[in-house]
């Protein structure tokens, strides 16, 4: 699949940080260009909260991450980019000069893509020399977590960029949308000018605050709009007869003086007083890190419930994440066995903010996940890929013991080391310790035992050649350790 190298973000804040933290999350170096004092700061927070983020949205094994650097000019920023994601302020005026400054420097084969939010891509490419790899790609906030990129091309654009484009957002966890036709806001803006202008007469009106009128988004036609969309919502209000019982059945109301949003409300001071009190009143309480935080736990949470519907196979970003994961568990690095009679190190790994409870410390779930990734990297390692898995074979965790013996604390670096004991292929027994790597200090022990099941005849089975091979030299390496001392302990078993 084709994929991006290096990426080029001209214009950080809230849009250019989210792109930079989507791109470097992904393993891609950036270059960032922003005149603006503290751009640094500003994107920093903005990736901080991308990588808090990601450590809730996926398991999944992100690549290294991209090396970020800022610089100090466009022509600087866009050298080696096949991506440069132009996010500056809305004014034609102004991304036009940056476009064609970025189109002057950049490799001619260069994808260049402009976060505007309405502005035509023709009237943006006017004074370019290679105006055929310039589109919009309109992303959401925050674009670490929403995958959405709207793509539109203008009078000069080549439609295979378009579907370049397509293809490379794919590889960073993203669905690119390609518009038929290029429109004033594109098709997402449109909508929610539509429902703010309505939204802003009912509270002009006093029909009700802010508060009420983002209750009645969040709690009913939202989650609906969060898994289905529009279209698809309203054909199962059609019931069996679908979308044209619906259209018969509601279209005349479409000429009932039901809404204003042919009338433009008038902003003025009185109207900007009362919705900035209102949502001062609603949110007020919040910093904005510490909304922007709970919103991409909530993000993260709707996207983790869509992945596990439909049976599993996923619905919606829910379906997406499964695909990005899917991809990136495919890209992974792939371990070398270093077999010796010594334990095997499976994991390196951090606590970060969204592993620790109240108290600072990292949660008992954590110390699971902890020693769950180590014996993936142990099943990665003989051989027991995705790959293996999707032939139908696989290890299953059928017992586990964990000792709990120390706290591990937010930012603590953690590795894990694993001893395979006697077994015969069919059963895989390991015991494994959780350290802190600033002191070496023992944190938790798991020993753990698998069975191999091959789904096709249902039932447990030696491993396939190639997997058994690579697990009997651990299982021979490690024969000549002694037995761990609470290998084999009960609950409760005195030391």
Not at 241 to 250: D, L, P, S, V
Request: aromatic share 8%.
């Amino acid at each position: 699949m084709t994929k991006i190298n290096k990426a080029a973000c001209v214009g950080g804040g809230v849009i250019g940080g989210a792109w930079a933290a989507r791109f470097l999350l992904s393993g891609i170096d950036v270059n960032m260009f922003d005149p603006h004092p503290e751009a640094e700061r500003i994107v920093g927070e903005v990736i901080a909260n991308a990588e808090r983020a990601y450590a809730m949205l996926t398991m999944a094994p992100l690549p290294p991450r991209g090396k970020l650097s800022f610089v100090k000019s466009i022509e600087e920023a866009v050298q080696g980019a096949d991506w440069i994601q132009e996010s500056v302020p809305e004014r034609v005026d102004l991304k036009r000069g940056v476009l064609t400054q970025i189109d002057a420097a950049a490799d001619p084969k260069a994808l260049i893509g402009s976060s505007t939010s309405g502005i035509l891509p023709t009237d943006l490419q006017r004074d370019m020399k290679h105006p055929e790899r310039l589109f919009v790609a309109h992303p959401y906030n925050p674009v670490y977590l929403l995958p959405l990129a709207e793509l539109v091309g203008g009078e000069k654009t080549s439609p295979a960029v378009l579907e370049d484009a397509k293809a490379k957002l794919a590889t960073i966890g993203m669905k690119g949308v390609i518009l038929k036709k290029e429109i004033e806001a594109f098709v997402g803006d449109r909508l929610l000018e539509a429902v703010w202008r309505e939204g802003l007469w009912l509270i002009k009106d006093d029909i009700c605050d802010t508060e009420t009128l983002d209750d009645v988004i969040r709690y009913s036609f939202g989650m609906r709009w969060a898994q289905m969309g529009m279209f698809e919502t309203y054909r199962i209000a059609g019931g069996e007869a679908g979308m044209r019982h619906f259209i018969a059945q509601f279209g005349p109301c479409l000429s009932w003086p039901w809404t204003k949003l042919t009338d433009v409300v008038d902003l003025d001071d009185e109207l900007t007083d009362k919705i900035a009190n209102q949502s001062d009143s609603q949110s007020g309480a919040y910093g904005i890190r510490e909304l922007e935080r709970i919103r991409d736990e909530n993000l993260v949470g709707i996207m983790h419930a869509l992945k596990g519907a439909n049976g599993g196979k996923g619905w919606g970003s829910g379906k997406l994440l499964a695909e990005f994961e899917a991809h990136l568990w495919a890209n992974a690095q792939k371990p070398e066995a270093k077999i010796g009679a010594e334990p095997i190190r499976l994991l390196d790994t951090k606590v970060n903010p969204s592993w620790v409870d109240y108290n600072g410390h990292m949660t008992e779930f954590r110390y699971n996940q902890c020693f769950a990734d180590s014996a993936d990297a142990l099943l990665r390692l003989i051989g027991v890929d995705m790959d293996y898995v999707a032939a139908g074979h696989s290890y299953y965790t059928v017992e586990a013991h964990n000792q709990w013996l120390d706290e591990a604390k937010l930012g603590d670096a953690l590795y894990v080391k694993a001893q395979v004991l006697p077994c015969d292929g069919k059963k895989l027994h390991t015991f494994m310790w959780l350290y802190r790597a600033s002191d070496d200090a023992l944190l938790a022990t798991c020993e753990h035992l698998m069975l191999h099941v091959a789904s096709k005849e249902g039932k447990v089975l030696p491993p396939l050649p190639a997997v058994k091979d690579k697990l009997q030299q651990l299982i021979d390496a490690h024969a000549c350790l002694p037995l761990p001392a609470n290998a084999g302990r009960v609950v409760g078993q005195r030391k």
